[in-house]
């Protein structure tokens, strides 16, 4: 996992941030509620000891890893990057079209609109095989306008399931 | 009559749709199943317990294919195949490969599940006489066997079941009506959903994760049907196998944490101590190298789910996800189970026991449109899944604030395992997390103390009984994973 460093960070990061925010909210829940942490009927004590374990996980985890990995040689950390950027590029792709499917307000097909221009436009960002674009573009188009009305008939005809 | 022809048409799609995802590689079984789930929220049970166990089973068996044509395992269980099957393919004998690791699966499958309908029942009135203790200590085994077992990395697995612990304890505490981790906004008053969790950290992430590996494969070969059927001169050498390999696995498949994975790579192991005399060495296409793993994941099948109907804890990341889909749709697995809902125990394992022959037929007449479908771009396939993750996501609730939820449960997912967290305990720790609660705090109340607590778990002989057995699992697992880590 040496060449996730960053990501390692990343995700310290969040657990740290999970603990300080769970643990703030137990304490003021404790003040709120007049309720001690640490006793036997308290409605708290599960939480509370669920915080001090993590506690004591996040300090071994921390001193598992002190002097860290090797570095990354350069040809792992170009193919790196080129894998965040994908992974940040899909993400804030996915993101937006949820977004639209959220707040934009359309008379009807909403879904399949926004689902055809996202898959279109991810499967051109991913296909790494083909250099001609025009071919590209039109076989992305395509390949989405049939899924979406695979998605559209099977799912909300057959399967019942109410889409977006 | 417990299966209908509608139920048995459901089992039918579910395998096709498990043999399918599970030869792909790096789709994984738990994917398959979870989004097999997210179609069926608005089923009744019956129906869609066989359409998600006819996926699960289809998923083991399909990995085998893309072990023995490209040497990727489909699934995490089919690694051990890549040993001696992928030779054989070199060594110019794929059909005998596939033919024999398709039909030790079938053998594999039945013992698991005969395995379970004996055990099932015995088990489950055990598990009857349980009280808080009991429960407590089962459900702390399944979260941190699960966590230990992680790839090695034991810590980063207890912290990942500590956030599931904490996700899992948003919103109204259940027993005081407070409202906990919340964080003053209405969004998380009602809790978070352990489906949109199992989407996003097990479907959503797997799309995350498949961006680095988008190259295309080029599978040319096409198999005869009849070259499938194992000529009876090849099962005479790896019959052998079975009877060691089908135990291996279930009783693999039993213990909380492991699966079919382990269970291959051990049965492996020991056949190759146990064949003085192999058709081949083992590694250079010995048939029995495949057999041992093949036999061995499939009986893994009915450890797990025997472990998930009686106890209540899935022995894997896919029977995690089953459990959570049966508490979906109004069942609650566990020691009660058994007593209340018999019926359902039988049903699941006919659904198991048609999905397991049909998966076999699935394997052979649909290899080569496998084949074919191993030949798809990812590019293709992987924005089809996040799709499939959105509308999952939206369909529980019918709410786009969830598939927010779910696209961030995705990119945690990445994050973690690529930094080696695995997410399995805190899907695991989501689903579980109520009963331990409920149970620690019972059981604080009955003793009075935690000395009196700590001194009932060994005065109460199925307690006893339990803590040694959560040594001995600490003790042997971490065993494996010292001789895996020696041999690699």
């Known amino acids: ?164 | 009559m417990i299966v209908t022809t509608e139920l048995f048409l459901l089992i039918v799609v579910g395998s096709l749709i498990g043999l399918v995802m599970g030869a792909l590689p790096g789709l994984t079984v738990t994917m398959t199943v979870v989004l097999c789930v997210s179609l069926t929220y608005g089923w009744p049970m019956d129906q869609a317990l066989a359409f998600i166990v006819g996926a699960f089973s289809g998923g083991v068996m399909g990995g085998s294919i893309s072990a023995i044509s490209l040497n990727i395992p489909g699934t995490a269980a089919a690694v051990a195949t890549t040993f001696d099957g992928f030779m054989l393919k070199k060594r110019g004998e794929p059909h005998h490969a596939l033919g024999i690791a398709l039909f030790v699966s079938l053998l594999g499958g039945l013992f698991g599940l005969a395995m379970l309908a004996l055990a099932g029942p015995l088990l489950g009135k055990i598990a009857l006489k349980f009280g808080p203790q009991e429960y407590f200590l089962i459900t702390l085994w399944g979260i941190t066997l699960v966590s230990v077992l992680s790839k090695g990395h034991a810590v980063k697995g207890l912290i990942s079941a500590c956030i599931g612990l904490f996700i899992g304890m948003i919103g109204m505490d259940p027993q005081t009506g407070y409202m906990r981790f919340t964080f003053g906004t209405e969004l998380l008053s009602g809790g978070v959903s352990y489906i949109l969790a199992m989407i996003g950290l097990f479907g959503m992430k797997e799309v995350f994760v498949q961006l680095n590996k988008s190259q295309t494969f080029k599978v040319e070969e096409r198999y005869r049907i009849r070259d499938l059927f194992p000529k009876w001169s090849i099962m005479k050498k790896v019959l052998p196998t079975t009877l060691w390999s089908g135990p291996i696995g279930w009783i693999i498949g039993l213990l909380p944490g492991t699966g079919g994975d382990i269970g291959a790579l051990v049965s492996y192991g020991t056949t190759t101590q146990l064949v003085k005399n192999p058709s081949r060495r083992f590694g250079e296409g010995a048939y029995e190298g495949v057999a041992a793993p093949e036999v061995a994941n499939d009986a893994a099948i009915g450890g797990a789910t025997t472990t998930m109907l009686t106890l209540g804890i899935p022995g894997d990341s896919v029977t995690a996800v089953i459990l959570g889909a049966f508490i979906l749709h109004g069942l609650q697995p566990g020691p009660l189970f058994m007593a209340s809902n018999p019926e359902y125990f039988s049903m699941v394992v006919w659904f198991l026991f048609i999905a397991t022959v049909i998966s076999y037929g699935g394997g052979l007449f649909g290899a080569n449109a496998m084949l074919k479908m191993l030949n798809v771009p990812k590019w293709y396939l992987i924005p089809a899944i996040s799709i499939l993750c959105v509308v999952g996501s939206y369909a529980l609730m019918n709410s786009i604030n969830d598939v927010i939820f779910m696209l961030f449960f995705g990119i945690i997912g990445y994050v973690f395992e690529k930094a080696g967290y695995p997410v399995g305990p805190m899907v695991l720790a989501m689903i579980l997390g109520k009963m331990i609660e409920e149970n620690l705090r019972l059981a604080l109340i009955i003793t009075g103390s935690v000395p009196d607590l700590l001194f009932s778990f060994l005065a109460r002989p199925y307690s006893l009984i339990l803590v040694v057995l959560i040594a001995a699992s600490f003790l042997i697992q971490y065993k494996l994973l010292f001789s895996q880590g020696k041999k690699s």
């Not at chain 1, 300090?59 to 965040?84: A, M, S, V």
């Not at chain 1, 008379?107 to 083909?130: E, K, M, Q, R, S």
Request: hydrophobic share 55%; charged share 15%; proline share 2%.
């Open chain 1, 1 to 164: 996992m040496n060449q996730y460093r960053s990501l390692g960070i990343i995700a310290r990061i969040v657990v740290v941030f999970f603990l300080v925010a769970f643990t703030a909210s137990l304490i003021h829940l404790g003040i709120s509620k007049n309720e001690a942490l640490f006793k036997i009927n308290s409605a708290l004590i599960y939480p509370a000891l669920v915080c001090l374990i993590l506690l004591v996980c996040l300090i071994f985890d921390f001193k598992g890893d002190l002097g860290g990995g090797k570095k990354e040689k350069d040809n792992e950390y170009i193919e790196i990057r080129q894998e965040y950027r994908l992974v940040t590029i899909l993400f804030l792709g996915l993101l937006v079209y949820i977004l639209l499917l959220k707040y934009l307000i359309l008379p009807f097909a909403l879904f399949p609109l926004a689902t055809t221009v996202y898959v279109t436009a991810a499967t051109i960002l991913l296909n790494d095989g083909d250099d001609r674009w025009m071919r590209k573009i039109a076989s992305a188009a395509l390949i989405a306008v049939v899924f979406v009305l695979a998605i559209y008939y099977s799912f909300s005809r057959i399967f019942g399931v109410i889409l977006p």
